[in-house]
């Protein structure tokens, strides 16, 4: 065989191309993370009575609890809210709660079949 130098011109310029996409991709990536633990700090905006579709009447606001009989179905967040399901004997309601003060915003009531 012959020893003759082969042009590498075309893998140098394919892997500098490679290199550059890794170090845009690696920044991304990082700049992505700190956005979000930045954003994590504020709070999502309260879910609007009309997103859940029905007619929601406000309640006044008062401490939740519970009445003989009640016990707790489901909890799940609702925006800056807290939605709690309620069964009881006599039906089950539907409870957005401020979890800052433990007040109700809006109550949906569903009668028992």
Do not use: C, F
């Amino acid at each position: 065989m012959t020893d003759q130098p082969q042009n590498l011109r075309g893998l140098k310029a394919v892997v500098g191309g490679m290199g550059v996409l890794i170090v845009i991709g690696t920044a991304v990536v990082v700049g992505t993370i700190i956005h979000r633990l930045y954003d994590r700090n504020s709070a999502p905006p309260s879910m609007p009575a009309a997103a859940l579709g029905t007619q929601v009447a406000p309640i006044a606001a008062t401490a939740a609890t519970l009445q003989p009989g009640e016990h707790i179905a489901g909890i799940a967040a609702a925006g800056a809210d807290v939605a709690v399901w309620v069964n009881s004997p006599a039906g089950a309601r539907l409870l957005l709660l401020d979890p800052a003060t433990g007040q109700i915003r809006v109550g949906l009531t569903e009668a028992a079949k």
